[in-house]
């Protein structure tokens, strides 16, 4: 009933900013709990950040805290994150993804009612 798609990711020198976007379709988006993760290259993929229904709540993985910002415009039905001091190891696939438990999104449970295909950020040294 949700479809998410992603898109803003690209090139960028490191120290540089970058922000990625998530376009959802179809109905109730503003009352999932939305977030982002990360697969870089064989690794595992990894929680990057997690906002509420009503944005009020943010989450952040250590790695990304204070660098990143997550945001979400429920009237534009729009998902955003904002990533600044882009360091290499922040190389990888961004997948946004949606579901009614905030705590779904957090633990990137398997469950999670949806998932984008992802966009390819690559931070160049």
């Known amino acids: 009933q949700v479809q998410l798609v992603e898109s803003g990711g690209g090139l960028v020198q490191a120290g540089g900013s970058l922000r990625l976007s998530c376009t959802a379709s179809?109905?109730?988006?503003?009352?999932?709990?939305m977030g982002w993760s990360r697969q870089a290259p064989g690794k595992e993929r990894e929680f990057v950040a997690a906002?509420?229904?009503?944005?009020?709540?943010?989450y952040y993985a250590d790695s990304v805290k204070g660098r990143f910002t997550v945001s979400r415009s429920n009237a534009k039905n729009m998902l955003y994150l904002q990533m600044n001091s882009l360091k290499s190891e922040d190389t990888a696939v961004y997948y946004c993804s949606a579901d009614l438990s905030m705590r779904t999104v957090q633990a990137m449970d398997h469950g999670m009612a949806y998932w984008g295909k992802g966009t390819l950020v690559t931070v160049s040294s």
């Open positions: 179809g109905r109730s988006f503003s009352s999932y709990a």
């Open positions: 906002i509420s229904w009503s944005g009020d709540n943010t």
